[in-house]
């Protein structure tokens, strides 16, 4: 149980705190020994004790006051710290948001370019199927007329095969029909002189 105590007695007399706590000890316990010393008036003694206690009391004094300084400061450097790492972090923040808004720009320029590229693409195939319309209207007005001038050429040309056909058979016919009256003529003048020869 004693070894226990004094691992846990060392333990704190090592930290900070117990140092500080050992040292305000340290000089209660030599201003209570020139207090005693005092009463049992041995002033030699007693004054040599107080200077003691003064000296300590006085280095206490100032060590706790290099230690509160030194905490501090030390809270200071963290506040610092503290605020240059929100100070960072609002900077980073700030980058972002100009990122972003950067980033959104430019989605939202590409987007209005590729709108107008859409449009002045549909705009030149809408004008050149209009176009392309056009030319195929042009091409099959030219083929119907063409169609048309063949036909009326070749109505014209059958009209004339078959009038030429026409007048060539009534030009026969005529041609076989004289034939044929001249020798009925000759026929007849033939028998005609025949009778007459006959008494």
């Given at each position: 149980m004693w070894a226990a105590f004094a691992r846990q007695f060392a333990a704190y007399a090592?930290?900070?705190?117990?140092?500080?706590?050992?040292?305000?000890?340290?000089?209660?316990?030599?201003?209570?020994?020139?207090?005693?010393?005092v009463?049992?008036?041995?002033?030699?003694?007693?004054?040599f004790i107080a200077v003691l206690a003064c000296f300590s009391g006085a280095a206490y004094i100032v060590q706790h006051?290099?230690?509160?300084?030194?905490e501090l400061e030390r809270l200071a450097r963290r506040?610092?710290?503290?605020?240059?790492?929100a100070l960072v972090a609002q900077a980073r923040l700030d980058r972002m948001d100009h990122a972003k808004?950067?980033?959104?720009?430019?989605?939202?320029?590409?987007?209005?370019?590729?709108?107008?590229?859409v449009v002045d693409v549909t705009k030149e195939a809408a004008?050149?199927?209009a176009e392309t319309v056009e030319a195929v209207s042009r091409s099959a007005n030219a083929v119907a007329d063409a169609v048309n001038d063949v036909a009326l050429r070749a109505a014209d040309a059958m009209t004339a095969a078959v009038t030429g056909a026409a007048e060539r058979t009534t030009a026969g016919a005529e041609t076989m029909a004289r034939a044929g009256l001249v020798r009925v003529v000759k026929r007849w003048r033939t028998l005609r002189g025949d009778q007459g020869m006959t008494p």
């Amino acid at each position: 149980m004693w070894a226990a105590f004094a691992r846990q007695f060392a333990a704190y007399a090592i930290t900070r705190r117990g140092k500080k706590l050992f040292a305000l000890i340290g000089v209660l316990a030599l201003c209570f020994c020139a207090a005693l010393l005092v009463d049992m008036q041995l002033y030699l003694s007693a004054g040599f004790i107080a200077v003691l206690a003064c000296f300590s009391g006085a280095a206490y004094i100032v060590q706790h006051a290099k230690v509160k300084r030194a905490e501090l400061e030390r809270l200071a450097r963290r506040a610092e710290a503290a605020r240059r790492r929100a100070l960072v972090a609002q900077a980073r923040l700030d980058r972002m948001d100009h990122a972003k808004a950067a980033v959104r720009d430019a989605v939202a320029g590409a987007a209005q370019s590729a709108r107008a590229a859409v449009v002045d693409v549909t705009k030149e195939a809408a004008s050149v199927a209009a176009e392309t319309v056009e030319a195929v209207s042009r091409s099959a007005n030219a083929v119907a007329d063409a169609v048309n001038d063949v036909a009326l050429r070749a109505a014209d040309a059958m009209t004339a095969a078959v009038t030429g056909a026409a007048e060539r058979t009534t030009a026969g016919a005529e041609t076989m029909a004289r034939a044929g009256l001249v020798r009925v003529v000759k026929r007849w003048r033939t028998l005609r002189g025949d009778q007459g020869m006959t008494p």
